[in-house]
């Protein structure tokens, strides 16, 4: 017990509230009165880290079939308002107003592929969250193995170098001193030489 | 080539690898992300047909769209940016003489009415897009946003976010003389 008290004196810099002289901090309060206090902040922290449900009841499909498909191709688009969430990560109202477009496209009898073309003919490349492999793309998806070739190839060629010195060059003679430090070592198991 | 010169020269290949790809990311700096470009450019508008404000009154569709040059201006009196643009859309209208349609983007009515009586009506159309639908054909991801249109309806020019003196000077008044020829 005393080891959380002191855990949740821990967080007492964060508080930044006004602090009366002879008042306690607010960070001290929640130490004093733990457990509901640590109950509550993880169960806050918990509901923070759950993900943000985009998708209203009332924009689902009946069919749980068509609902999946629905989910599936809403994660391939890019939200145009956010930028870096999908449309169905977003609250935005556009990003709404394209999931239930792309409901009713499914309803009509589009495939997939259809309905992320129709999003795609309206909003261009950058609508899609992955994409499509052209010119200016090539490097991007290219570029990674690209560079893994160049390495293996790089380090391919190093090692067979290297194995062709070691096997061609002839190991260089030795000095004076090193013959007879070699002849020392060599006659060391002789009794009376050596240390 | 002898066996040490080439040796040398692969030593130079991570400088080049290096080279390469730093230029590539350079040229990629000098994009403005926030440009999205309009998959319409050059492309006939897209077919539609919307009502005017209020029951009665002449709405817009594609049919307006040919025959002369003239802007697409998308707009809300809910967007505080189409507020900043509208008196440049005054003056584009009643000095320059262009003309200028409204798509009146997912707004009230009777919201739309009192900001054009309130800001002044540069349209010579409206037409009133409740559920944003129409919008999603030209592509708009946020109002407000301006479409040049040629004299074959195609869109030839699209402008996002509000229209600042500088962008009708530079470009869309050029932008006009010159379909206009």
């Given at each position: 017990m005393r080891s959380l008290r002191r855990r949740a004196g821990a967080?007492?810099?964060?508080?930044?509230g006004a602090r009366a002289p002879g008042r306690q901090s607010p960070a001290y309060a929640v130490g004093r009165f733990w457990p509901s206090a640590w109950i509550a902040s993880t169960l806050l922290a918990a509901t923070l880290v759950l993900p943000a449900l985009a998708v209203m009841p009332d924009e689902k499909l009946a069919d749980p079939v068509m609902e999946a498909r629905a989910r599936e191709i809403s994660k391939e688009?890019?939200?145009?308002?956010?930028?870096?969430?999908?449309i169905d990560d977003s609250n935005a109202d556009l990003a709404r107003d394209l999931r239930v477009l792309v409901r009713e496209r499914l309803v009509a009898g589009d495939s997939n592929e259809q309905v992320l073309a129709y999003v795609h003919d309206r909003y261009g490349d950058f609508v899609l969250l992955r994409p499509p492999v052209t010119g200016y793309t090539a490097l991007l998806w290219g570029g990674p193995f690209a560079l893994l070739l160049l390495a293996g190839f790089g380090t391919a060629l190093y090692m067979r170098q290297r194995r062709r010195d070691v096997e061609t060059t002839p190991a260089p003679a030795l000095t004076a001193e090193e013959e007879a430090r070699l002849a020392a070592l060599l006659n060391d198991d002789k009794p009376g030489v050596g240390r | 080539m002898s066996a040490v010169t080439r040796h040398r020269l692969l030593l130079l290949l991570p400088l080049a690898v290096f080279l390469i790809l730093g230029g590539y990311f350079a040229l990629g700096l000098t994009r403005d992300p926030s440009i999205l470009p309009s998959m319409l450019i050059d492309k006939p508008a897209p077919v539609f047909a919307l009502p005017g404000l209020s029951e009665g009154e002449k709405g817009l569709s594609k049919a307006d769209l040919t025959g002369k040059v003239q802007l697409i201006n998308v707009f809300a009196s809910w967007c505080a940016p189409c507020r900043v643009e509208h008196p440049l859309l005054m003056r584009l209208a009643n000095e320059q003489g262009v003309t200028i349609h409204a798509i009146n983007y997912k707004d009230k009515p009777d919201a739309a009415k009192a900001f054009l009586a309130q800001m002044g009506n540069p349209y010579t159309s409206i037409g009133a897009d409740k559920d944003g639908r129409v919008a999603i054909d030209f592509g708009v991801y946020g109002v407000p946003e301006t479409y040049v249109i040629d004299r074959q309806g195609r869109v030839r020019y699209r402008h996002v976010g509000p229209l600042m003196p500088f962008d009708v000077d530079e470009k869309i008044l050029p932008m006009i003389r010159e379909l206009s020829k």
């Open positions: 967080f007492a810099p964060l508080a930044y688009l890019r939200c145009l308002v956010c930028q870096n969430q999908s | -």
